[in-house]
DNA sequence: GGGATGGCGTTTT
DNA sequence: AAAAACGCCATCC
């Protein structure tokens, strides 16, 4: 399915030290209601390493793919590693490390759909 | 075809 | 604050 292609570019575009939520990508893929599609891509459809999926956070900054990753605090680890902040209460810090889209970018990733046929 | 099931998200108790 | 109820939509029995 082209959605998954999607995703994968935009996964791949959320710079190191930064996080995206599953809705956010679902709208930068033109699919804002797919957020659950963009958790089926992650754990089911893409191949492993296809996209740095510790990047990718629950609504809020919610850790809810943790689960998936070799052990459960893995992602975490990940992305303190890359520099990601985290709040007191295990969620990250959106207002720090959220990955703030702009126009440009959206219209760049409209392009490269369009260029790619997906 | 139809019901269950998600790495979700929003709204309502 | 926490839980449940919905809405969502591709997949998988």
Known sequence: ??????VAVVGQRIPRGRVATYGQ???LCQKPRAARQVG????????????????VVGHGGRL???R???T???????LEREGVCFLPDGRVD????????TL???????????QLGI
């Open 104 to 114: 440009q970018q959206v219209q760049e990733l409209e392009a490269l759909f369009l």
């Open 25 to 27: 990508i679902a709208m």
């Open 94 to 101: 959106m207002v720090r490390s959220a990955w703030q889209t």
């Open 1 to 6: 399915m082209d959605f998954y292609r999607r």
């Open 68 to 70: 998936s990753f070799a």
């Open 40 to 55: 089926y891509a992650l754990g089911r459809v893409l191949p492993p390493g296809t996209l740095p999926a510790q990047r």
């Open 72 to 78: 459960p605090h893995t992602q975490r680890e990940l």
């Open 64 to 66: 809810s793919g943790a």
